[in-house]
């Protein structure tokens, strides 16, 4: 049986830079959103693993799941204040829409 690598630490640090081409692209065409939705589900994935551990047995601290939603917050609300119809920014509505059902579908 071959040997596992571990797995590399996900950098918060370039989350931005993730997440936004997703964001530019989805804006285009809804052709590209499944596999959008995918990749950013998977970002998401990797970024709730980075975890801290509190001092004194206080439990973890989520914080790739909170640096991930900081990012995906900030990226809606760049959309948000739009008005209805303007084509990408209802794609943009689309592509979160799917992407929180997909995220519900898959338990995380």
């Not at 760049?78 to 689309?94: E, H, M, N, S, T």
Request: hydrophobic letters at 45%; aromatic letters at 8%.
């Amino acid at each position: 049986m071959p040997a596992r690598r571990a797995p590399e630490a996900f950098d918060l640090e370039n989350l931005h830079e993730s997440i936004y081409p997703i964001f530019t692209q989805v804006q285009l065409t809804l052709a590209n959103h499944r596999k959008n939705v995918v990749s950013l589900h998977k970002i998401h994935n990797q970024a709730a693993e980075v975890t801290e551990v509190l001092p004194r047995n206080k439990g973890i601290q989520l914080t790739g799941e909170s640096a991930f939603n900081k990012v995906f917050v900030d990226m809606l609300n760049r959309v948000l204040p739009v008005k209805k119809g303007v084509a990408q920014a209802d794609k943009v509505i689309k592509f979160v829409a799917h992407f929180v059902k997909y995220t519900a579908e898959r338990g995380r």
